[in-house]
């Protein structure tokens, strides 16, 4: 059974950093794409960044590039997000997605004050 556990989030004023972590498991962790969404309170889901099993990187949100990165460790089954210069508008709960678009974790909440 696929579990995957965030954390990492909290409140942290703008301009500063985070680095969010999830936890993989039930699954070959090494065999897949992974991915990071987010939701801000009122919108929709929107895909932030994705990893390859060979940890290529992609980015699909604007705002964030150049300040997220996405990694992996395909030896703890872990996958990270670091933010860098957050902004308020980078409020959201962050979900770890993987190994299909339908294996969500719970979320970890991320509030960043003016």
């Known amino acids: 059974q696929v579990q995957l556990v965030e954390s990492g989030g909290g409140l942290v004023q703008a301009g500063g950093f985070l680095r969010l972590s999830c936890a993989a498991s039930g699954f070959l962790f090494d065999k897949y794409t992974m991915r990071w969404y987010r939701e801000a309170p009122g919108g929709e889901r929107e895909l932030v960044e994705s990893?390859?099993?060979?940890?290529?990187?992609?980015n699909y949100a604007d705002s964030v590039k150049g300040r997220f990165t996405i990694s992996r460790d395909n030896d703890k089954n872990m996958l990270y997000l670091q933010m860098n210069s957050l902004k308020p508008e980078d409020t959201a709960v962050y979900y770890c997605?993987?190994?299909?678009?339908?294996?969500w974790g719970q979320g970890t909440q991320v509030t960043v004050s003016s």
């Open positions: 990893i390859s099993s060979r940890s290529v990187t992609t």
């Open positions: 997605v993987g190994p299909s678009v339908m294996d």
